[in-house]
Structure formats: structure tokens, C-alpha cells
């Protein structure tokens, strides 16, 4: 007889894990996190409480799988846009707009998601919880770099993806608050953000800007350390 690990893991179980989470989110987009309870996702779901907390310890196990599911089903998409351009700005343009695109139907959760910045909450996007999506989510900046042809300083390389994840958060901080029609502020910030940023970033390996980017890395590393 198979244990519990194989039955959660096996097809039938895989189902209906996904089908709980299907219905978790349903109820966070449509009632809030905090008003969603685990026996209302369960009846959602169609399975009995207890099954809800056998693949799901509470509402934040729900959501580390959520952002598991965005960073696996983001990637292809991600993949694709870096295949298109050596561009430096097209290529973070590309996974900003993959990234917007993708959790635009789930902004009302973001929100909420929002209020948790403190590192030692588990949803944190600066959490140990969040430690692999996030560091995945870096790699992803790091391979937009390096695919690009711009010249990287080589002291930049290493820090360069986390400090434009930062920018990707910040923006989408911005972005789940701005109630202008279509989101459009928020697309005007980009435009004009990220054309900076690229110009910044090929600038950077001028010798006259090595005592100043001397200094930008040496407070990132005070502030990672």
C-alpha cells in the first residue's frame, strides 16, 4: 500500500492538489486572503477539510505554492522573450512585461501579499520561505544580463541581477497600487525607469565611473550582508 508521500505525490494526489489550489486562489481573488478560510477552499474544492490540510498546511503553504506555480509557468514564457533580442533593455523589458502579465488577474492578492515585506515572515519575497523562488527569480535577471550585448564591469556581474530584481519589485510594488486606467502610469514608469537603468548599466564599465560604482557595490553589500 502506498505511503502518504507517494499518494500526495502520485497523479491522483498531484490533481487533487492543484485543484485545492485552484479553488484557494479563486476565493482569494474574489473575497480577499484574509476573509478566505481553509474549510471554504475545501468545500470550493470539493474535497473535505481534512484533505485541504493534508496538501496544505494553512493559507501560506497555499501561497508558497502560488508563487511556485508563477516561477514555473513564467519560465517558458521568460525563455522565449530572451531568445528574441540581445538588447539589454528589451531583454528586462521582456520579463517585466512576461512578470506583469502574468499575475495581472491576481493584483487584489498581491496586495495583500504586500503588507508582508518583513524578512521573518514566511511571504515575505525576502523570507527564507522564498529563498529558492526568489533566488530563481535572480537567475533569471542574470541570464537576461549575460545574453545581452552589453559589456558588464566584472565587479558588477555578481550583483547586478539582484540589484535589478529589486527594481523588478519596486515596480511591481508601484504597479499593484496604481489605479490609473489600464495600469498606464505604471507603464510610463518602465518606459522611462528602464531606459535609464540600461543607459546606467553600459556606462558603468567607463574607467571614470569605477570609484563611483566602487561605491554602489560596496553599500549593496552592506545591505545584503
Known sequence: MPDRAELKSGSKGEETRQRILNAA???FHERGLENATMREIAEKAGVATGAAYYYFSSKDAIVLAFYERA???TALQI????EKTTDLRKRIAGVLEVKLGYFAPSRRLLTALAAHVDPAHPLSPFSEATRD????????????VSGSRTRIPKDLEGPLP?????????????WIHDRSPGQQKTAELIDGTLRLVARLIQLSSLPLLRPFR?????????AWE
Request: with cysteine.
Open 71 to 73: 516561477a514555473q509557468e
Open 25 to 27: 486562489l479563486a476565493l
Open 214 to 222: 566602487r561605491q554602489v557595490l560596496d553599500l549593496c553589500r552592506a
Open 162 to 174: 539582484r540589484l535589478l530584481w529589486m527594481y523588478q519589485m519596486a515596480l511591481i510594488l508601484y
Open 133 to 144: 523562488i526568489r533566488e530563481e527569480d535572480i537567475e533569471r535577471f542574470r541570464r537576461a
Open 79 to 82: 525563455d522565449q522573450v530572451l
